[in-house]
């Protein structure tokens, strides 16, 4: 009886201490390839890192030397299209999703904007390349500009991408606001609208800005939607109305030519890029974490 | 009919009724469930009126039907009718939250605004009165006087409300209903959150608000509406039709000589 039960007690901690190791070993195995990207990015992009790269742009092809700041600058132009393009009507959206759409239309509503969610971003590149760059003749009309591919058509298509993703965080995020918040603004003779204003989204801001430097960060390394949209440009430009470069268009134009010193470039770019994704990662977790509800 | 009610025209003008509530048939609903069936009762001014009975008797309901709260929840609904001074508050012309700053609530658990500062939270209500500036600091700060709070916040006005003690806050809750110059306050258990200390500040707060304010408490704590209020009514949901009012009258005919024996129960700790 006795030895019976022993017994079954070490079979126990056996299978525990398997299933531990497994599951411990597939955490671990999750991390390796981001592990191997960044030791690739160390090991390839560290050493072409130079001074020039971020204030010198690329110079005639197939000579050495020169940089990305047009890259760096045209995605940081991009980023701030979309953000000002994009944020207005994503977090409109969450609002009307968290505080108003919970019947049918909100549900139709919160349907679509997940099934944009899961449109590939070349479709949307696509989408507004039909939109917008095919129609730039009209545009032009009005700016006076006489380009057809544009930073403007390129932040159209990264706010699009942003879009549900912002949307959907600042849902959830008001949705953990407790009613009983809500309640003591209402009990005040605080109107909805100035409780939503006022009480509910401040409350919920730091979750909202996390989501808005997330989704920032992954548009930030989108190169597809820009492939016709902002083309990418070997000139400098700030232009919002021309064509732009982008640090993904770059990377890619640079790792698939055929001179070293793009390769090398190309590994900088990367290494550039994956810092800044990394940086606003962190940033968000940070902001996150800091105590204020 | 004395001077200060005089000098309120706007809530006097239609009956002498000044800051009474007046409840006529009053039945609520939430979906298709009824929360309190067939309630006639007056609260009146500038007195302590205690609501007690058993859990699930509907005394919450009730009194979120006296600031248009009830209907914040999905499906719920009201018939009957509510008057506050004299003047109907479900009436078509008028906005529930017009309703809700003359009839102030604070809540059971202290529900100060998460990131606004002790100063921002106590002035909320004012400023949506359109106060601001040297008015708005002094409606504030005599606010946090009359809640007893003034003393404990005066040297951290701009630290989050949060930081505070849960019976702070509570005062904190209270001092922003006050702020917000409503004629009536509601205060729906307050002190259940709260250590014996900090409820009896709030109990005596209670009395003093009286003198100005009409005050309806819920409280499940029958000591507590001994204690403080002048006039009981005690609610019971015998059948699940939805709590009812067996008896309303002065808290010591309640409690020493009330006349429904449903009533001698429950105060005498027989159920509930």
């Given amino acids: ?293 | 009919m004395s001077i200060e009610q005089a000098a309120r025209p706007a809530t006097s003008a239609a009956e002498p009724d000044g800051r009474a509530v007046d409840v006529r048939g009053l039945t609520a609903w939430y979906g298709a469930k009824v929360g309190v069936r067939d309630v006639d009762i007056r609260f009146p001014q500038e007195k302590v009126t205690a609501i007690i009975g058993p859990s699930g008797c509907g005394k919450s309901t009730l009194l979120r039907c006296l600031n248009r709260m009830h209907e914040v929840v999905k499906g719920a609904r009201i018939e009957g009718s509510v008057r506050v001074g004299g003047q109907d508050i479900y009436a078509r012309s008028i906005d529930a939250a017009e309703i809700r700053q003359r009839v102030g609530m604070v809540f059971q658990r202290p529900n100060p605004f998460p990131t606004m500062s002790i100063w921002d939270n106590a002035g909320v209500g004012a400023k949506l009165l359109g106060h601001r500036g040297s008015e708005l600091s002094d409606m504030i700060e005599s606010a946090l006087r009359r809640a007893g709070l003034w003393d404990e916040v005066r040297d951290k006005l701009r630290t989050p409300a949060i930081d505070l003690s849960g019976g702070q806050q509570q005062r904190l809750c209270i001092a922003r209903c006050i702020a917000a110059r409503p004629e009536v306050i509601l205060m729906d258990e307050p002190c259940s959150a709260l250590d014996p200390a900090a409820t009896i500040r709030i109990e005596d707060l209670m009395r003093e608000l009286a003198r100005e304010y009409t005050v309806i408490i819920v409280t499940h704590n029958m000591h507590q509406a001994a204690r403080v209020s002048d006039y009981t009514a005690f609610m019971l949901a015998e059948d699940g039709a939805g709590g009812r009012l067996v008896e309303f009258a002065d808290t010591d005919t309640v409690f020493t000589n009330p006349s429904d024996q449903r009533t001698e129960a429950y105060v005498t700790g027989r159920f509930g």
């Fill in chain 1, 1 to 293: 009886m006795i030895a019976a039960t022993s017994r079954n007690r070490r079979r126990r901690r056996i299978v525990d201490t398997i299933a531990s190791a497994a599951i411990t070993g597939a955490g671990i195995g999750v991390i390796v390839p981001l592990v191997v990207i960044l030791l690739f990015l160390f090991v390839k992009g560290l050493p072409a890192l130079h001074v020039d790269l971020f204030t010198q742009n690329p110079g005639p092809t197939g000579v050495a030397g020169g940089g990305i700041k047009s890259s760096i600058v045209g995605s940081v132009l991009l980023l701030g299209l979309a953000l000002v393009m994009g944020l207005p009507p994503a977090i409109a959206t969450g609002v009307y999703l968290a505080e108003y759409g919970r019947g049918r239309l909100g549900f139709v509503i919160r349907f679509l904007v997940d099934v944009l969610a899961g449109v590939p971003s070349i479709t949307i590149g696509i989408f507004v390349y039909t939109a917008v760059v095919l129609n730039m003749g009209n545009i032009n009309r009005f700016t006076g500009g006489d380009q057809k591919f544009t930073a403007f058509a390129g932040g159209i298509a990264l706010a699009l991408i942003m879009l549900p993703i912002v949307s959907r965080v600042t849902e959830e995020m008001l949705l953990l606001v407790p009613q009983m918040t809500r309640e003591a603004s209402y009990a005040l003779g605080v109107p909805k609208w100035r409780t939503i204003l006022t009480v509910v989204l401040p409350a919920a801001s730091s979750g909202i800005m996390t989501g808005i430097v997330l989704a920032s960060a992954r548009v930030a390394g989108e190169a597809a939607p820009l492939l016709f949209t902002a083309l990418g440009n070997n000139f400098y430009s700030t232009s919002i109305f021309r064509p732009i470069d982008a640090l993904p268009l770059r990377i890619f134009t640079y790792a698939t030519g055929p001179f070293p010193y793009q390769h090398d470039q190309a590994w900088a770019g990367s290494f550039v890029l994956v810092m800044m994704v990394l940086v606003m990662s962190i940033g968000a977790r940070l902001l996150l974490r800091r105590p204020g509800r």
